[in-house]
């Protein structure tokens, strides 16, 4: 009986974590793909956000080539990608200070 128990708890479980997974809301990208607005992506809504994302990827993989591949060899090497990361991160730096100027004059515009 204690060995059926321990058998049957592990399949329950990922039952519930199915069932727990299938009701939670969209996300705001997923939403995208959600074309008869039911709020679950079926078979063909998955398919096409799945594309989507493989596309987007490419467009990347290949703009970065573009940009960071100096000696156009089809791959970054670790100069080139230690480029692309430097840049990376002058833009994240660039962006949370731009953030953090307007939370400044938000906050100055309330005293």
């Known amino acids: 009986m204690l060995a059926l128990a321990m058998l049957v708890a592990p399949l329950t479980l990922a039952l519930r974590a199915e069932e727990t997974a299938k009701e939670k809301p969209l996300t705001k990208n997923q939403q995208k793909y959600d074309a008869d607005k039911d709020g679950k992506l079926n078979d063909e809504e998955t398919a096409a956000a799945k594309e989507a994302a493989k596309a987007k990827s490419k467009e990347t993989r290949e703009a970065n080539l573009a940009k960071y591949d100096a000696n156009k060899d089809g ?4 100069a080139e990608l230690a480029r692309k990361k430097a840049d990376e991160q002058a833009a994240s730096e660039a962006a949370k200070a ?3 100027a307007k939370k400044a004059a938000k906050e100055a515009e309330k005293k």
């Open 75 to 78: 791959k970054l090497d670790d």
């Open 98 to 100: 731009e953030r953090a």
